[in-house]
């Protein structure tokens, strides 16, 4: 076996070409996703607090940032929506004129070639802040079911492209599968959030989302931030009731999920840099103890490297223009 001195695993490292040439992960802004959220109202364009770069938008202001997300050649969104009025049952969550439905018919008319994924999950729309239909004192998994269906359809029937189930709840793929195939909407994909952990990293999303549980928390239908093992079960599960792609939620505290499932399943495999991810480098390159462009680059590299096909990342604009400046 050769070794040192004939091996130096410095040669290939001395060029920006050489480095370049033997280069493994690449990532590209054809892989990112950059997630929105609406709120009803007009003229709204209001930055969150803990996520420097990051807005609400109404509806009317969404064109000129579509076409800005589509100038840059991002090839997806991701919407979230904050609708006026929350009740027991989330029922803003699948009305035809919900802030979601009006903001995909907006974005579909401005840029038809910018595919629209939609959260489906009930936490926004719920007076209890849970992402379910509460009996009790608990969040009842099959009650829930029909409702996330419902919201799903709805979404579609307004234009997205993908449908993104966040919720947790058992079988919601199946239930929503079944919907939308009853309504021919068998080509619709459904990208689901099959490893969803319990995460404090969620924390200014939920500022954002207006979305904080009321009571309890969300760990019994959330993943134990743990385990990994029951990730491939939850994997499965979700690849068995028709999901087109699934996604291991967060990402950076996850990469050996991310991995795992990588090795486990032929699907593609979507990873979430959350809000509690963006929050700490944008806070500390305020700070100037980091640099921007270099943390975040290596930071979406490495989930790339753990094996995610799709990044969904508050960075995907700032990410897109520096990708595309070199
Ligand atoms: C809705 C949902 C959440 C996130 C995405 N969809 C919040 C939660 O589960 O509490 C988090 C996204 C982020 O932190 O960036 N259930």
Redesign the pocket.
Known sequence: MVNFPQLRLRRLRQSEALRTLVRETRIDVQDLVY?MFVVEGKDIKEEITSMPGVFRYSPDQLPLEVEEVTRLKIPAILL?GIPEHKDDYGSSAYYPEGVVQQAIRTIKNTVPELLVIT?V?L??YTSHGH?GVVTGNTVDNDRTLPLLAKMALSHVEAGADIVAP???MDGRVKAIREALDEKDYQHIPILS?AA?Y??A??????E??E???QFGD?RSY?MDSANVREALREVEQDIAEGADIVMV??ALAYLDVIKEVHNTFNCPLAA???????AMLKAACRQGWLEEQPVVLEALTAIKRAGADII?T?YARDAARWLQEE
Request: glycine share 6%; aromatic share 22%; net charge neutral.
């Open positions: 997630p979230f959260d999950c936490c926004e992402c966040s919720d947790m959030y969803k319990a995460s990293f969620y924390g200014p999303f939920r954002a989302a979305s904080t549980p969300r959330q939620k967060p979430y840099n959350v809000s509690g991810e963006y969904l508050y």
